[in-house]
């Protein structure tokens, strides 16, 4: 069986889940971890390589030493862009953390790079892999639900000081792009934008600092997106809720609703409808790891993954459209 041979880039919080999770996955190789702090680097490549000395504290050399097929990029946001950027232009398949980039026109740049240089780019929106996220979109796009007319999330998390102070790019305007909208709302609003396959029109919002007032990101974000279908989207995301609460989704459609829990013990109830258990595609016991196994598949035998660069625009746009209404006080075209 050909396996794909993977770099890792970051060794912090999700790389480590993504690892103890892709370390089962039987088609992947994992042939080196780069991470500029050199400790955690070495920690990963004992704990999840195939050798502890394939650790790196500049990924380059990771990538002109060992014969890579693709990476793992999980990174600061800010570093995302030129991280991705070099590896198209060196041929090398890509999965990047969310959010892809925190600048519309660097998404589009690398969308336009990858498609030119026919390298694969995905984004791990990973509540795409969740089954019963899944089993919703699919209610949505195969009309179970009927017209679609407006759709809810809402993400009530919680944070402690130590978020930031553990790693400080989080609490950085400039090195996060953004905070709980961007960080954490993003998986639901991303899934709603999915069910609604229609185009993100316009946005307005509101943004606060209800908790953590120094720090230069909010941590809770009232945003509403327009779809050029007639419908609406409305969500909440918050990182300073005093006990963290499940991840809601709901969608009303003209036949019937669908209401998603999770991501712990992930469920979907259907109102008025009767829908088929649709299954995702990739392998594997979390959302997590069935987005690596599809990526992987999409790599070695051309099967699609759901998050593809262009799939991960429209939830970009209409973040970075909310954040300037939340400025502006207007409605912002997306
Ligand atoms: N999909 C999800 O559910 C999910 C969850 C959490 C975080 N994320 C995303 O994963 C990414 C990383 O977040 P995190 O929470 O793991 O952050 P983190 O701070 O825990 O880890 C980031 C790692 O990157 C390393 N790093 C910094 N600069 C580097 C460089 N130039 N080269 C190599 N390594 C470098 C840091 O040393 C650190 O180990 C972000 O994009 C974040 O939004 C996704």
Redo the contacts with the bound molecule.
Sequence with gaps: MKKLRLGV??????????MMLSKLDRSLDIVGF????KD??EKFAISYGNDARDYY???RDMISQKAVDAVY?????F??YP?VKDLIQKGIHIL????IVTELDHAMELAELAVNHQVKVGV????RYDKACYRLVKAAQNEHLGKLYYGICNVPWSREASYFE??K??ADQKQ?GGGTL???GS?ALDILLWAFGSKATRAMGIVRNAKFETVEVEDTALGIVEMSCGGIIQITSSMAVAKEQPVSITLHGSKGSAHYMGPTLSRTKFTSVRVPRYKPSGSGIHP?GR?MNAFVNWVLHDTPYYCPISESIPVLASVLAVYRSSVSGKAEEI
């Design positions: 880039i970051g060794c912090g919080d999700i790389a480590k889940y993504m780069a991470d500029s702090n955690r680097a504290v500049d990924y990029i999980a990174v600061p946001h570093l995302h991280i990047c953390e969310k959010p791990n929106y990973q509540y553990k790693s790019w989080h996060s961007l960080t954490q998986h997590l987005s």
